[in-house]
């Protein structure tokens, strides 16, 4: 055998699973057919990330006189600057991770990797030469990609998909967003806040439709507050652009209407990548789209493995780290516990942010629980009163009659920092009692969970 270990794929599974193993004395490979750190690094959760700080900053001089302080003459987006400042965090933290595997001696083949054959993995570079390598264990790490739905198809041009929007030749005066998830809802906020009139078309009854009704609600009121135009329960049924704008033809509740707009952006969730990666030569099995694994994300194939995006669970990068460590962990030999995948937090990073754990009060209320529910505005918090930054709350859930820490959903500045406390309090099943008892340092935006969890207990000090 060549190596113990081959992973295909090098996003936040593929590198971290390689990583993982060679810590664990397994002789590792890794196979990238692009840049090393996938999507999230090269075109998802770190570009983006690096564009939503722009356009911030451009939010702050146009309100900087809320704090005081005057600036002569408007600002202005120098909107190829901002593209490039976000290409050029990405093309570092690529870097980034190439040291990484130097330093962990993996070696990193170039090209296109499929699995041959029984233990054996074969990689195509891009002229067409390909080698075939041997391996105990073999990995599928290959993500996603922008899905495409049959109505709205994506000419890379002007009806894009995430990648495109990352990149564009130029700012456009106009966008259209299809869907209302994270990937979308940032999107929206950044184009919006840098100038371009932005409307949202989501097929369900509220945006960011997997968060608690109560956040998603407050989002819509702020982002309409900024100018978004948002529009729910609508679908879109046509996409004409034969002319210089792309005319929408969108079905609401009350009829149908056109939206006119110079792009149109598509992001309505992912598409897996397992095309071409010898999943039926194999005898690997998928449902809808995802390889089944078991907890250890073994596949029905012994020796075969996948983990990220391409099995089922949220597509989200800090879940494929967490199944890369398990899976290598296990292949190893260590005892690992398998993922619970209702203590993962879901953060999207529009302004306000918003972040979330574990059941939102439908979901408890519809899982039996008889629960408790605490909310604490940041209109009452010192630290947003300072910050110029009252909008949203943190809401707690808790179950009523063992006081176990149900879930947390919040909206405001900076609170996709703040989740993890409750993502360690719930792991360590901590209750809302030991939450109120947990002394936060003042003045914080984190001092608002502990007031909402003394909220549901009838025990709030600043309301
Ligand atoms: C715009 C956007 C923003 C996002 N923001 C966030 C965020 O803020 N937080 C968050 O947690 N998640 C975010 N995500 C989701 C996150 O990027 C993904 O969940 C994560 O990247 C999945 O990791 P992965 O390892 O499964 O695969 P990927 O990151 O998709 O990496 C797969 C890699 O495999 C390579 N590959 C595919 N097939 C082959 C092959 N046959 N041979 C060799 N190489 C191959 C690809 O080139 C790619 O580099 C975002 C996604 C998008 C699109």
Wanted: aromatic share 6%.
């Amino acid at each position: 055998m060549d190596y113990d270990v081959i992973v295909i794929g090098s996003g936040p599974g593929g590198y971290v699973a390689a990583i993982r193993a060679s810590q664990l004395g397994l002789k590792t490979a890794i196979v990238e057919k692009e840049s090393l750190g996938g999507i999230c690094l090269n075109w998802g959760c770190i570009p983006t990330k690096a564009l939503l700080k722009s356009a911030q900053v451009f939010e702050y001089l146009n309100h900087s006189t809320d704090y005081g302080i005057k600036i002569n003459g408007a600002g202005e987006v120098d909107f190829a600057s901002v593209v490039k400042r976000s290409r050029n965090v990405a093309d570092g933290m690529s870097k980034g991770v190439q040291f990484l595997m130097k330093k962990n001696k993996i070696d990193v083949l170039v090209g296109f990797g499929k699995l041959k054959s029984k233990g054996v993995v074969e990689v195509k570079a891009a002229d067409g030469a390909a080698k075939t390598y041997s391996a105990k264990h073999i990995i599928l790490a290959t993500g996603g990609r922008s899905r495409e739905l049959p109505n709205l198809k994506q000419d890379g041009k002007k009806v894009i998909g995430y990648r495109q929007a990352m990149v564009l030749p130029q700012q456009p005066k106009s966008m259209i967003v299809v869907g209302s998830g994270a990937i979308g809802i940032e999107f929206a906020y950044f184009y919006n806040a840098i100038g371009t009139k932005v409307t949202v078309v989501e097929y369900l009854d509220n945006i960011v439709p997997l968060e608690d009704e109560d956040v998603s609600k407050a989002l819509n009121r702020i982002l309409k507050k900024q100018g978004i135009n948002i529009m729910t329960s609508s679908n879109v049924e046509a996409v004409d652009t034969s002319g210089d704008l792309c005319k929408v033809t969108v079905k609401t509740a009350t009829g149908t209407e056109t939206l006119e707009a110079e792009i149109v952006l598509s992001a309505v969730g992912i598409a897996t990548n397992l095309e071409g990666i010898g999943l039926e030569e194999n005898g690997v099995k998928t449902d809808r789209g995802k390889v089944l694994v078991d907890d250890f994300y073994r596949t029905n194939v012994e020796g075969v493995y996948a983990i990220g995006d391409i099995v089922k669970g949220q597509a989200l990068a800090h879940v494929a780290s967490a199944e890369g460590i398990i899976c290598v962990e296990k292949i190893a030999g260590e005892n690992p516990h398998p993922l619970d995948y209702n203590n993962i937090p879901g953060c999207t990073y529009c302004s306000p942010e918003i972040a979330s754990v574990g059941y939102t009060e439908k979901a408890a209320k519809e899982a039996g629980y008889e629960i408790k529910v605490g909310k604490f505005p940041f209109s009452a918090s010192g630290k947003a009163s300072a910050a110029g930054a009252k909008d949203g709350f943190v809401k707690v859930i808790f179950d009523a009659k063992y006081g176990e820490f149900l879930g947390a959903h919040m909206i405001g500045y900076n609170v996709t920092e703040m989740i993890a406390e409750v993502v360690t309090a719930r792991k360590l099943e901590a209750t809302g009692h030991e939450i109120i008892k947990s002394v936060h340092p003042h003045p914080t935006m984190s001092e608002a969970v502990m007031e909402a969890a003394a909220e549901a207990y009838g025990e709030c000090i600043h309301l």
